[in-house]
């Protein structure tokens, strides 16, 4: 007789006591592989008098929730939460475990996964079940997309960013079951959190904008880049930026949109001065409009996008900002 498969898996991430929307995205879709392998979505929340929180998790599609509330759990503390993620994993046995991309899930991930002796597939793009009900993790990589798989190892285990997959339809009239976790007090505290300064965030942030700008190498200089934010503020839209401007040091990382980076869905994307890498553009893969200004015709940014400029970006941009201002005017003076 065929073992039944375990539960799916989300290690839900919260931030003052907010469930953050990759979360949700991730039990959307561990749904829809719980129904393909006939198991249970269970999710795995920790932090301080979360209760409330757990409402959220049942509404985008979890069938149960492991729940371990106390002040040391408050904020991600990499040694308690490995502990107590590698015990339950251990107990429960669980067939896929999902973690967002994001600066906890990118240190938690793997200290789960060695401590398991699984595999861990990161940055994906997309999670599907092959034929034999194994999880294939869909990466870019090589220039085109690649599937990897964990047959042997359990739990199958991936990082996914937000926006990979869109957000849940959530159903305020799921229930599901609460389970209580004991945290203990001999795990070893060698890192402790004493105090989280914020920085206020600048420009518009990716979540909310319907416009995202985005610059590449192509902005030559930080001049040129300057040019590029110029635009993004013209607009009101987020700016966004590929691997080479951060390298370059005119972009800070948390900009950065693609395979490591942002995941994005605005209505309207424009690339200033990038080639179109498969690296960058699979973070925006949601956008509705999609447009390039690049001064190379036969660049592979043309062949993704709904509308290309053939011009150098550091002439067409600032001749663009004054059309947009002179067509903003007179809808104020209309």
Same mark, same amino acid.
């Given at each position: ?77 990499? &040694? +308690?939460?490995? !502990? ?6 251990? #107990?429960?046995? %669980?067939?896929? =475990?999902?973690? /967002? ?93 004493? &105090? +989280?300064?914020? !920085? ?6 990716? #979540?909310?904008? %319907?416009?995202? =700008?985005?610059? /590449? ?97 550091? !002439? ?19």
């Amino acid at each position: 007789m065929k073992k039944q498969p375990g539960s799916v898996w989300v290690i839900a991430e919260q931030i003052d006591c907010r469930i953050l929307d990759v979360s949700l995205q991730l039990i959307a879709h561990a749904r829809k592989l719980a129904i393909e392998l006939e198991t249970s979505v269970e999710a795995v929340l920790l932090g301080d008098k979360m209760n409330e929180q757990t409402r959220q998790l049942f509404a985008a599609g979890a069938d149960r929730v492991y729940l371990g509330n106390a002040p040391d759990l408050a904020h991600y503390q990499p &040694e +308690i939460y490995t !502990e107590i993620i590698v015990k339950l994993a251990k #107990e429960r046995q %669980p067939e896929i =475990v999902l973690i /967002g991309s994001t600066s906890m899930g990118r240190e938690l991930a793997p200290l789960v996964a060695a401590r398991l002796g699984t595999g861990l597939t990161a940055h994906c793009i997309d999670l599907v079940l092959d034929e034999n009900k194994i999880l294939e993790s869909i990466i870019p990589a090589y220039g085109g997309l690649l599937s990897i798989i964990c047959p042997e190892k359990r739990p199958q285990m991936a990082t996914i960013a937000a926006g990979v997959f869109p957000k849940p339809e959530m159903d305020e009239n799921r229930t599901g079951e609460i389970i209580a976790l004991e945290v203990p007090d001999d795990i070893p505290r060698r890192i402790q959190t004493l &105090e +989280i300064i914020r !920085e206020k965030p600048q420009g518009v942030s990716f #979540e909310s904008a %319907p416009i995202v =700008v985005a610059g /590449g190498a192509g902005a030559g200089d930080l001049e040129g880049w300057r040019k590029i934010a110029d635009l993004a503020e013209t607009l009101n839209a987020a700016l966004g930026a590929t691997r080479p401007a951060v390298d370059e040091g005119w972009a800070e990382l948390e900009t950065m949109v693609g395979q490591s980076g942002k995941i994005v869905s605005p209505e309207l994307y424009i690339g200033v001065g990038l080639s179109g890498e498969l690296q960058h553009m699979v973070g925006i893969v949601g956008a509705k409009v999609m447009v390039a200004i690049n001064n190379d015709a036969k660049s592979p940014v043309f062949e993704q996008v709904d509308y290309g400029v053939v011009d150098d970006c550091r !002439e067409f941009v600032p001749v663009l900002i004054n059309k947009i201002k002179e067509y903003q005017e007179k809808l104020v003076t209309c």
